[in-house]
Every structure is written in structure tokens, then in C-alpha cells.
């Protein structure tokens, strides 16, 4: 697999991944399609933009007939993009069907037409729904119960589908929650911080009892890779292992890396639908060499310094966001 067309790698998790090919010594070649959404940043490749190994592709995952012409250049195909927050699935579900569901079949249909030799889809633990207890396994049911966690549970169907029907060497990553640098702010953590270091309140949700499992997106980037060069086509991995915390508990950490006290923080009812635990077993995953690498704490600090040290990279994208 030299040559990889990433989707969505001007993404959080897909700009850590792109920086990983690219470092390869076995990649030879990495494009980035990716439709600079709100979401989407060039500034996220900045370290590589430069490496002639990497081109950048501005365009849409439901342009047919670009994508065609990339898949038919590459060896292989990483899926990351997306839409990907769960608040504004909730406001309006129409975008997440049109990229997440029409977008990943029109991966797929170039995917089948083109005969790549590996497509890896990137997915979530949230299509497993709400656990009260125990972990979840690939082979269990899906209990999506918001319009993203369903508009990627329905891809991750049309995934295997093509598999199945058409022989498209799909693999699923289903990964939990992901943190780390150059994450766009409106998911919990930058959040957070970025409001914390400038003094404003933060706001939980219900109790703050909610649990969810942070794992640090380079971990996720070398399960991806290990799914990419050895997972069985038509299979699905769990990435976990990162550190179970409730949101209280998540931000009590937060507090402390940023130096500020629970009198920032206020309580907000909760959302209609907001599911109380997620859990994954990443056996299977282990299986391939998979082990995350990097302890809650340290990954934490790191992170938090990060944003401190990098507040024109919040500004330029709350700004392009219309935030
Ligand atoms: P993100 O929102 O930061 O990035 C998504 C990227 O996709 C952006 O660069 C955006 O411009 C691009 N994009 C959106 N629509 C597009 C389209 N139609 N055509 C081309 N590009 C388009 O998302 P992320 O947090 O990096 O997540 C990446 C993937 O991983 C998603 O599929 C998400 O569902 C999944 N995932 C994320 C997490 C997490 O904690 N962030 C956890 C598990 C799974």
C-alpha cells in the first residue's frame, strides 16, 4: 500500500494521520481530498504542506467524478470524512445523511468501479449506543440514537454491504473518543480549554455523570495504520483503551492543567437524547499489535499546553467557522 487518497485529512484525525503517512519510509505518495467544511483546515497539514510527497485536493467526497480520477491513482483508501458533531446532528440531521451516508457510498461505488486493494472506513463507538454496563464487541447490535451516531452506523452497513455484494476490501475502524492537538473547538475538550484559559464558564450537561473513553488521536492514527497494512477485508476493529472518565471527572482534570477552579464551571439540563456510557473491547484490535500508547495524564498536558501555546490556530478556525 504506497499510495493512500485520505478523505477528510485536513480534519482533526485525518490532518494526525496524513502526518503520520507522510513520515512513512513505505508511503511513497498521500493525497488529501478533503471540502474545508468548517471543520477543515490546511493549517492542520501546515508541517507537511510542503513535502513532495503530499498533494492537497480540495473537493467534495460526492463528486463523482474526482473521485473516480483519485482512487484510480492509489493503492488505497483511509475514509475520515465527515460530518462529526453530535450538537449539530441534532440541529439539523441533513448534512450528516448527504456526507456521511450518500458521501461513503460514493466512495465505495469508485471504490468497487476503480478495484482498490484496501478501503478503510472510519467510524465510532457512539453507533453502539448507550451500555449500561460491559463493553461492546464488533459483532454486536447497533443502537445509534442521534442523527450522526445513525448516519455513521447506516455507512458503516453500506461499508459491509460492498463488501459482501461487490468484494470491496472494506475494513471498519470504530474508534472512541479522540483527543489531542488541532481539534476543532467546539468538541468538549479544546472547548473547554480554550474557555478556561480565557477566563469564561464551561458548561455540563445534566450531571456531568456521562462516561466516555479519551483516547489520544495519535493511538487512534496507529490503529488506523495497523488496519490499513493488516486488517482482514470485511472485518471491524474497536480502538479503545483509552481512559474511562464521567465529564466531572474529565474536567476536574482540565481544571487543574489550566489552573482554574470549579467556580468557571455551571450545570445546564441535560440534552433529550444523550447516552450515558460508551464502552468498546479492542481485542481484536490487539490482535493486529494494536496498543495505545500514550497515559490520560500526559497526553492531557501536552494537549492543554498546545492550545495555550497555539491561540492564533483557535482564532483562524473559529473564525472561518463564522464561530
Ligand atoms: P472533523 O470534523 O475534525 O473533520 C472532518 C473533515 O472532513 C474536515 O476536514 C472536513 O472539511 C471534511 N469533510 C466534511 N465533509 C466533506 C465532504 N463532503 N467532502 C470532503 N471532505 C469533507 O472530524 P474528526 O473528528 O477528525 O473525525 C474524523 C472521522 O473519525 C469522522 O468520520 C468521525 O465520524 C470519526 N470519529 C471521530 C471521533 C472523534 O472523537 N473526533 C471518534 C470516533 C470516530
Known amino acids: 500500500m504506497e499510495r493512500i487518497l485520505v478523505t477528510g485529512g485536513a480534519g482533526f484525525i485525518g490532518s494526525h494521520f496524513v502526518k503520520r503517512l507522510v513520515q512513512s519510509p513505505s508511503i511513497s505518495r498521500v493525497t488529501v481530498l ?3 467544511t468548517y471543520a477543515g483546515n490546511r493549517n492542520n497539514l501546515r508541517t507537511v504542506l510542503s513535502s513532495p510527497k503530499l498533494t492537497f485536493t480540495h473537493g467534495d467526497i460526492l463528486d463523482r467524478g474526482l473521485v473516480d480520477s483519485l482512487m484510480a491513482e492509489h493503492d488505497a483508501v483511509v475514509h475520515f470524512a465527515a460530518e462529526s458533531h453530535v450538537d449539530r446532528s441534532l440541529a439539523d440531521a441533513s ?3 448527504r456526507t456521511n451516508v450518500l458521501g461513503t457510498q460514493t466512495l465505495l461505488d469508485s471504490a468497487r468501479r476503480i478495484g ?93 455523570e456521562h462516561v466516555r473513553n479519551w483516547l489520544h488521536v495519535e493511538d487512534n492514527g496507529q490503529g488506523v495504520d495497523l ?9 471491524i476493529y474497536n480502538l479503545g483503551g483509552g481512559t474511562d472518565l464521567t465529564t466531572n471527572e474529565l474536567t476536574a482534570l482540565l481544571l487543574k492543567e489550566t489552573g482554574t477552579t470549579w467556580g468557571q464551571v455551571d450545570y445546564v439540563p441535560d440534552r433529550a437524547a444523550n447516552d450515558i456510557r460508551y464502552s468498546i473491547d479492542w481485542t481484536k484490535a490487539a490482535q493486529l499489535g494494536y496498543r495505545p500508547q500514550q497515559p490520560l495524564d500526559q497526553g492531557l498536558a501536552r494537549t492543554v499546553d498546545w492550545y495555550r501555546r497555539n491561540p492564533s490556530w483557535w482564532d483562524a478556525s473559529a473564525r472561518s467557522a463564522g464561530a
Open 34 to 36: 478533503d471540502a474545508l
Open 95 to 97: 448534512g450528516f445523511v
Open 227 to 235: 488496519v490499513l497494512r493488516k486488517g482482514i477485508p470485511g472485518e
Open 116 to 208: 482498490i486493494r484496501k478501503f478503510v472506513h472510519a467510524s465510532t463507538d457512539e453507533v453502539y449506543g448507550s451500555l449500561p454496563s460491559g463493553t461492546a464487541l464488533e459483532c454486536d447490535p447497533l443502537r445509534p440514537t442521534v442523527p450522526y451516531s445513525a448516519s455513521k452506523a447506516s455507512s458503516d452497513m453500506m461499508a459491509l454491504a460492498y463488501f459482501h455484494s461487490y468484494g470491496v476490501p472494506v475494513c471498519i475502524t470504530r474508534s472512541s473518543n479522540n483527543y489531542g492537538p488541532n481539534q476543532y473547538p467546539e468538541k468538549l475538550i479544546p472547548l473547554f480549554v480554550n474557555r478556561l484559559l480565557a477566563g469564561e464558564q464551561v458548561t455540563i450537561h445534566g450531571n456531568g
